[in-house]
């Protein structure tokens, strides 16, 4: 035997049900101490590690820059014949 209830109530209302604590001030709070850290610790200290991580990428769109240059400049030279490959 199988039995499906459907309970239509909001997040605020199954929390209380069930019996969590409300942490929305909490969770304010921990946003704003945040939000004011990245203020104050200026943007240099994050610059760094922006750029550290931005390494591969920059590294791998040069390659694929390079590889697709190659391409579109082989294509474009004019075919040389067999004879010249001996």
Do not use: C
């Amino acid at each position: 035997m199988k039995i499906t209830v459907d309970v239509d109530i909001t997040p605020e209302e199954l929390r209380r049900f069930i019996g969590l604590p409300n942490i929305d001030k909490l969770q304010e709070q921990i946003l704003q101490n945040a939000q004011a850290y990245l203020k104050e610790s200026g943007s240099s200290q994050y610059s760094d590690l922006i750029a550290t991580a931005m390494q591969p990428m920059a590294a791998y769109q040069q390659w694929l820059q390079k590889m697709m240059g190659g391409a579109t400049e082989d294509s474009s030279k004019p075919k040389q014949s067999g004879k010249d490959h001996e």
